[in-house]
């Protein structure tokens, strides 16, 4: 028996309507429905149902990438067992499930949730003797020592994730919400790269997917991540802490195709908040950046083994 069979309970909704065929899955699909270190608007634990549900009820094809969704291999295995209120026993089961899935030679892909349990998975694929480098799409820095006095809040993430990870190289895209402490921490760190939505003023999304390109180029691995308020209110208004001045999925869709590839070993889309969304189109839109990364990450595998 192992962790699977103990932290992940089985769901009827399938993500794409898809339960895939474990056997020959490529990517591991995990709901993880955890909200409590949530210090704003809470209920990302319902973001795996919601998801999952909207992800049935889109076209199957890539928006800026060739594919379908059906032709990649992938399993959804259910949603890991959270403890509420438990954050350091929650992001321990992500992270022995994550490994597990690692282990056995599959991407762990996360549908969160909060955005505390990437650090799990982080934690998980370092125990599979992974160390990738970290592309971020997020309002938000995330590196704080600690929020109201917890070291394991969703804004302390990234500042957990490189303490596990060392010196790794991190590119964020879409950032625009931060205190002092953070900016100077990204400031004084050369591997650190952010570009906000005010540089799509001067620069295209070609010229910022060059320039992450760039500093990611070196890198063996890659894990990537989601947080939902990357993209403007007015397009994602259910997610945790909206931010205001936020891209658009006719930015962000075509940077993660362009983006995403055979080096992906994790990934995750996290803050779906469903309480807090107008006709579900956070759900929606979150379902479909899903579908785009996994149509990318499996068209990258593809071609390496051509």
Known sequence: MGYMDLYVVRRPLAFAG??????????????????????????????????????????SNGYSVEGFIEDVPFYDEGDVSVVH??????????????????????????????????????????ASGLRPCVLVFDAHFDLRLDYLSNPLSHACTMRRVLEELGNVRVAYVGVRGFDREELSFVNGNPNIVYFTPRSLKSLEVAD????????????MELYVTIDMDVYDPAYAPGVGNPEPGGLSSREVLPMLA?????????????????????????????????????????KGRKARRL
């Open 18 to 59: 898809i339960e895939g065929d474990k056997g020959r899955a490529l990517f591991s699909i995990i709901g993880v429905p955890f909200d409590s270190t949530s210090t704003h608007r809470t209920g990302q634990r319902y973001g795996p149902l919601f998801v999952r549900e909207a992800s049935m009820n889109i076209e």
């Open 258 to 298: 362009a983006l995403v590839d055979e080096r992906v070993v994790g990934l995750d889309v996290v803050e779906v908040t469903p309480q807090y969304d107008v006709g579900g189109i956070t759900s929606m839109l979150a379902a479909k950046t899903l579908q785009e990364i996994l149509i990318a990450a499996f």
């Open 208 to 219: 910022i997917v060059s320039k992450v390109e760039k500093l990611l180029s070196e890198c």
């Open 85 to 126: 209120g438990n954050a350091s026993v929650t992001i321990d089961r992500v992270s022995k499930v994550a490994a597990e899935i690692a282990g056995g030679g599959r991407v762990p892909v996360i549908i969160g949730g909060e955005h505390i349990v990437t650090l799990g998975v982080i934690r998980g694929l370092k």
